[in-house]
């Protein structure tokens, strides 16, 4: 498969933050060793060519990010909205490709405490591996088909039990008949 441009670079920056030496990032995105240091430069803001005399918000957003600043620090340093801070710091985390994690953050809203609060456990456990989160999703999955097969068994002895009355009720009504008739 041929990279553009961009998605060696973004290649290159991803096996440089996992510690790969130049001979294996080479190797990988078949780039020249040149190249690397100059695209690692470019990310840093070394490289002279790449330098902006008067960087954007964004720019200096993601800068703070980078250096492991919170969103208030930014907000307050780039005298920034909230919403903007926020939608800064989404894009950032998008450009470190972590989209999911995003995506799991809206969905799950005030309720994300419930993931750390359950990690928080598996790891105290010593289930936080990928194989032990695997069967507890399993075992989760198991448990909710059976709270469902449980509810029909329900079900269906509440139809028996509905049953056994009728005929308990016509088997008194024939026994009175009987009574009756004798």
């Known amino acids: 498969m041929i990279l553009s441009k961009e998605e060696k670079e973004d290649l290159v920056l991803k096996l440089a933050m996992e510690n790969k030496n130049y001979i294996?990032?080479?190797?990988?995105?078949?780039?020249?060793?040149?190249d690397i240091g100059k695209i690692i430069r470019k990310y840093n803001g070394q490289?002279?060519?790449?330098?902006?005399?008067?960087?954007?918000i964004?720019?200096?957003?993601?800068?703070?990010?980078?250096?492991?600043?919170?969103?208030v620090d930014v907000a307050i340093t780039l005298n920034l909205e909230s919403?903007?801070?926020?939608t800064l710091f989404e894009d950032y985390l998008k450009l470190l490709n972590f989209d999911r994690l995003i995506t799991l953050y809206k969905d799950l809203g005030y309720d994300i405490y419930l993931l750390d609060y359950l990690f928080?456990?598996?790891?105290?456990?010593g289930?936080?591996?990928?194989?032990?989160?695997?069967?507890?999703?399993?075992?989760?999955?198991?448990?909710?088909r059976l709270d469902?097969?449980?509810?029909?068994?329900?079900?269906?002895?509440?139809?028996?039990n509905s049953?056994?009355?009728?005929?308990?009720?016509?088997?008194?009504?024939?026994?009175?008949?009987l009574e009756h008739i004798m």
């Not at 049953?163 to 008949?177: S, Y």
């Open 127 to 144: 289930m936080a591996t990928k194989n032990k989160i695997s069967r507890f999703v399993e075992m989760a999955g198991r448990l909710t």
């Open 58 to 71: 964004t720019s200096k957003a993601f800068q703070m990010f980078k250096e492991n600043k919170n969103r």
């Open 83 to 86: 919403d903007h801070v926020v």
């Open 163 to 177: 049953k056994k009355f009728e005929l308990e009720r016509e088997i008194n009504e024939a026994l009175k008949e």
């Open 47 to 56: 490289e002279p060519e790449y330098q902006n005399k008067n960087p954007s």
């Open 24 to 34: 294996t990032i080479a190797k990988i995105a078949h780039v020249s060793f040149i």
């Open 148 to 160: 469902e097969e449980e509810l029909k068994i329900c079900e269906h002895i509440g139809k028996l």
């Open 120 to 125: 928080f456990h598996m790891k105290y456990e």
